[in-house]
């Protein structure tokens, strides 16, 4: 059974950092393009940001330039290096392959002084 386990999540002040892993089963990561996505409370689920198999990246414009997304193949994780957060980033997190309607428990990040 192919799983997806998010973790890095906490909380923070605002203008911190966190570093969200995705650690998956088997080979899912490797094989396939990847995103990150997050969902505040009384929102929609909303697309924050992916990588390809080759390590193209891309980002919503509300996180670009401080949000980071990689992969480490070997390791079959994920990871968003999240700097700088706002108050606003507050959500759960989940990762999955791009283009799938799977979703795991998600970690919580919370940004608040």
């Known amino acids: 059974q192919v799983q997806l386990v998010e973790s890095g999540g906490g909380l923070v002040q605002p203008g911190g950092s966190l570093r969200l892993s995705c650690v998956g089963s088997?080979?899912?990561?490797?094989?396939?393009?990847m995103g990150w996505s997050r969902q505040a409370p009384g929102k929609e689920r909303e697309w924050v940001a992916s990588?390809?198999?080759?390590?193209?990246?891309n980002y919503a414009d509300s996180v670009k330039g401080r949000f980071t997304i990689s992969r480490d193949n070997a390791k079959n994780t994920m990871y968003l290096q999240m700097d700088s957060l706002k108050s606003e980033d507050t959500a759960v997190y989940y990762c999955?392959?791009?283009?799938?309607?799977?979703w795991g428990q998600g970690t919580q990040v919370t940004v608040s002084s």
């Open positions: 990588i390809t198999r080759g390590g193209s990246t």
């Open positions: 999955n392959p791009v283009g799938s309607t799977s």
């Open positions: 088997g080979s899912i990561i490797s094989i396939n393009d």
